[in-house]
């Protein structure tokens, strides 16, 4: 093992930042195969994405804002509900998680790069031409899908001409991601540097390890299930066409036993960066790393067999319902045990309120409230009243925006200053926070009351009695998109505008292997493996004694 | 600046066998995917 000290690391790759970096447009972004640079491309398409589904969002929230038809025709406003799924989940935060993933895993293993990184060139570059396919067919004359984005026949074989765009887009989008996560693994279980033994890995590394293999067991099975969507609705067959002896239910069981673990793959990596961030600000190492591992093994296994909870009313035996009930209940006690290490991390430690950390807390608040909604929906017996409404929409919204969504946007400021080498505007990072933060209750938690009065989803019209909800939700709606404004300008003025340089370590209380190199990185960030030792692990155990 | 030869013959040791892992991990995905099509197809 090489004997150079976290200092000697931190020279080297001082000396090596000129070092290698192509010099032309072309070679330099469409030809890359360097980790920092593809993870940079993931992070600019992701935010794209994330402001084309901002935009149909807002869309469908106008619409909302009173009952009768405003604005769209419901056909359109369909396309919207179903268009701004897909591309949140396959556009926004799933590539946001696989550019994490890029930028950090090799810098926090102690690795040059990732494992194979002309394939991680090719499985980053599938990802805009699949979205163009996808977005094009709004264009088309039988117009995008509107039959949600579960896709469940027979409703999504009526669609048009263009729902052959709409299965071909997610099978490129389904193979971008089998590719990536087949180089997360292989780099993680290959590439970490001599000492970096797998309980000496940052949080986040574990929790990418188990997604991946969660995406490598379950984008098949979603490729299965639309490529017989397609032979149906084009070649003849009958897999889930009841009048030819098919069974559309069969899909909703396929569909979901993919749809479920694909929630927790949008929402493990988001367990891994709050699990970075509040150490650093508390000034602590992560109580019960032990146990956040073991936590997140459980959570993705949970998550193969509780699949039929999502289709409770379609029928099913007593014994089923009770076995995907008190499955989906089991969940809760893993991801207790996570928020009470995160709390229990805080307890008690120096802690202080930087732009990174009030996201993490947010999380674990507001990602809380969504888990608990989810153990309501969990029950049989009441999933019965609420299945379909606006609970289940406010329910999955508090999972994902002030779940995945915030601890991207933690994660952001908390790496910003490390990849660019110019600290951020902490006053407009604040700002945003708390418009964020208040403005996504205003949108999401009336919604509860909404869909416990009856209020079903994925309607443009609605009865007058949910007329005052709606409105509070669409203000809330409409300051959350214009929030999310600030984060761009924040990013672009750190890019571009920052005066203020960056440290290595840029966090007082920060630990791990990335904060050992410069700011910004070395182009390749460890061409010799580095220490493994006390100062340089993130959370191992065996150093925190 | 140069790697030291032990830690290159080390990295390429590495990269051997980050692509079998890839091969099995790849393979992994197209027995689910062609076992997935198939269960389909001869249910009907």
């Given at each position: 093992?090489?004997?150079k000290t976290s200092?000697?690391?931190a020279?080297?790759?001082?000396?090596?930042h000129?070092?290698?970096k192509?010099?032309?447009?072309?070679?330099?972004?469409?030809?890359?195969?360097n980790?920092?640079?593809?993870?940079?491309?993931y992070l600019?398409?992701s935010?794209?994405m994330?402001l084309?589904?901002?935009?149909?969002a807002m869309?469908?929230r106008a619409e909302?804002f009173?009952?009768?038809l405003?604005?769209?025709?419901?056909?359109f406003?369909?396309?919207?509900t179903?268009?701004h799924?897909?591309t949140?989940i396959?556009?926004a935060?799933m590539?946001?998680?696989?550019?994490f993933?890029?930028?950090m895993?090799p810098m926090?293993?102690?690795?040059?790069?990732?494992?194979?990184?002309?394939?991680?060139?090719w499985s980053?570059?599938?990802?805009?031409?699949?979205?163009?396919m996808?977005l094009s067919?709004?264009?088309m004359?039988?117009?995008?899908p509107a039959g949600?984005?579960?896709l469940y026949?027979?409703?999504?074989l009526?669609g048009?001409q263009?729902?052959a765009f709409?299965?071909?887009?997610?099978?490129?989008?389904?193979?971008?991601?089998i590719?990536?996560?087949i180089?997360?693994v292989?780099t993680i279980l290959n590439?970490?540097a001599?000492?970096m033994?797998?309980?000496?890995?940052p949080?986040f590394?574990?929790?990418?390890l188990i997604t991946?293999f969660?995406?490598?067991a379950?984008?098949?099975?979603l490729?299965g299930?639309?490529?017989?969507l397609?032979?149906?609705?084009?070649?003849?067959?009958s897999?889930?066409n009841?009048?030819g002896?098919?069974?559309p239910i069969?899909f909703?069981?396929i569909?979901?036993?993919?749809g479920?673990p694909?929630?927790y793959i949008?929402?493990?990596?988001a367990?891994?960066?709050?699990?970075?961030?509040?150490?650093?600000f508390?000034?602590k190492?992560?109580?019960g790393y032990?146990a956040?591992?073991y936590?997140?093994?459980s959570?993705?296994?949970?998550?193969?067999i509780v699949w039929a909870?999502?289709?409770?009313?379609v029928?099913m035996?007593l014994t089923?319902e009770l076995f995907?009930m008190y499955?989906?209940?089991?969940?809760?006690v893993?991801?207790?045990?996570?928020?009470?290490n995160?709390?229990?991390?805080?307890?008690r430690?120096?802690?202080?309120f930087e732009t990174?950390m009030?996201?993490?807390?947010?999380?674990v608040?507001?990602f809380?409230?969504?888990?608990?909604?989810?153990?309501?929906?969990a029950?049989?017996?009441v999933?019965?009243q609420y299945h379909?409404?606006?609970?289940v929409?406010?329910?999955?919204?508090?999972?994902l925006v002030?779940?995945?969504i915030?601890a991207?946007m933690?994660?952001?400021?908390?790496?910003?200053?490390k990849?660019t080498g110019h600290?951020y505007?902490?006053r407009?990072?604040?700002?945003?926070?708390?418009?964020?933060?208040i403005s996504?209750?205003?949108l999401f938690?009336?919604q509860h009351?909404?869909?416990?009065a009856?209020m079903p989803?994925?309607i443009?019209?609605y009865?007058?009695?949910?007329?005052?909800f709606?409105?509070?939700?669409?203000?809330?709606g409409?300051?959350?998109g214009?929030s999310?404004?600030?984060f761009?300008?924040?990013?672009l003025h750190?890019?571009?505008k920052?005066?203020q340089?960056a440290?290595?370590?840029?966090?007082?209380?920060?630990?791990g292997?990335?904060?050992?190199l410069s700011?910004p990185?070395p182009y390749?960030?460890?061409?010799?493996?580095?220490p493994?030792?006390s100062?340089?692990?993130?959370?191992a155990?065996?150093?925190?004694? | 600046?140069?790697?030291?030869?032990?830690?290159s013959?080390?990295l390429?040791r590495?990269?051997?066998?980050?692509?079998?892992t890839?091969?099995?991990?790849?393979?992994?995905a197209v027995?689910?995917f062609?076992?997935?099509?198939l269960s389909?197809?001869m249910?009907?």
């Amino acid at each position: 093992m090489s004997s150079k000290t976290s200092h000697d690391h931190a020279v080297d790759a001082h000396d090596d930042h000129h070092d290698h970096k192509p010099s032309g447009f072309l070679d330099r972004w469409l030809f890359t195969t360097n980790h920092k640079d593809i993870g940079t491309l993931y992070l600019i398409f992701s935010l794209t994405m994330f402001l084309v589904g901002g935009a149909m969002a807002m869309i469908i929230r106008a619409e909302l804002f009173m009952p009768g038809l405003q604005l769209v025709e419901p056909d359109f406003f369909n396309q919207m509900t179903t268009m701004h799924a897909l591309t949140m989940i396959f556009g926004a935060v799933m590539p946001a998680w696989v550019g994490f993933a890029n930028w950090m895993i090799p810098m926090m293993i102690g690795a040059p790069d990732m494992a194979l990184p002309r394939m991680n060139n090719w499985s980053f570059w599938i990802m805009p031409f699949a979205f163009l396919m996808l977005l094009s067919t709004l264009f088309m004359e039988s117009g995008g899908p509107a039959g949600g984005w579960t896709l469940y026949p027979p409703l999504s074989l009526q669609g048009g001409q263009s729902f052959a765009f709409v299965v071909f887009a997610v099978h490129m989008m389904g193979i971008s991601s089998i590719m990536g996560s087949i180089n997360v693994v292989a780099t993680i279980l290959n590439m970490r540097a001599p000492g970096m033994t797998l309980l000496r890995m940052p949080m986040f590394v574990w929790t990418w390890l188990i997604t991946a293999f969660l995406l490598i067991a379950v984008m098949p099975v979603l490729a299965g299930a639309v490529t017989m969507l397609l032979t149906d609705h084009f070649f003849g067959t009958s897999f889930f066409n009841a009048a030819g002896g098919g069974d559309p239910i069969m899909f909703q069981h396929i569909f979901w036993f993919f749809g479920h673990p694909e929630v927790y793959i949008m929402v493990l990596p988001a367990f891994g960066v709050v699990s970075e961030i509040i150490p650093t600000f508390s000034r602590k190492p992560l109580f019960g790393y032990a146990a956040m591992v073991y936590a997140t093994a459980s959570i993705a296994f949970l998550s193969f067999i509780v699949w039929a909870h999502h289709m409770f009313t379609v029928g099913m035996p007593l014994t089923g319902e009770l076995f995907f009930m008190y499955s989906t209940m089991l969940i809760a006690v893993p991801t207790g045990v996570k928020v009470f290490n995160w709390v229990s991390t805080m307890w008690r430690g120096a802690m202080t309120f930087e732009t990174p950390m009030l996201f993490s807390i947010a999380f674990v608040v507001l990602f809380t409230i969504g888990g608990l909604s989810g153990l309501m929906l969990a029950i049989a017996s009441v999933d019965l009243q609420y299945h379909d409404t606006y609970f289940v929409v406010a329910h999955f919204h508090y999972v994902l925006v002030p779940g995945a969504i915030f601890a991207l946007m933690a994660g952001t400021y908390y790496w910003l200053p490390k990849w660019t080498g110019h600290m951020y505007s902490e006053r407009w990072g604040k700002i945003h926070f708390w418009l964020s933060a208040i403005s996504v209750n205003v949108l999401f938690f009336p919604q509860h009351y909404l869909g416990l009065a009856g209020m079903p989803r994925r309607i443009p019209d609605y009865s007058v009695q949910f007329t005052d909800f709606n409105m509070i939700s669409s203000i809330g709606g409409f300051v959350f998109g214009a929030s999310q404004l600030i984060f761009v300008g924040v990013i672009l003025h750190c890019v571009y505008k920052s005066r203020q340089k960056a440290t290595d370590q840029v966090w007082e209380g920060a630990r791990g292997l990335e904060w050992i190199l410069s700011s910004p990185p070395p182009y390749h960030s460890f061409n010799t493996p580095p220490p493994i030792n006390s100062s340089t692990v993130a959370h191992a155990d065996e150093y925190q004694h | 600046m140069n790697m030291p030869s032990s830690d290159s013959k080390e990295l390429q040791r590495q990269r051997t066998r980050a692509v079998r892992t890839a091969w099995a991990l790849a393979g992994l995905a197209v027995v689910i995917f062609v076992v997935f099509i198939l269960s389909g197809v001869m249910s009907q």
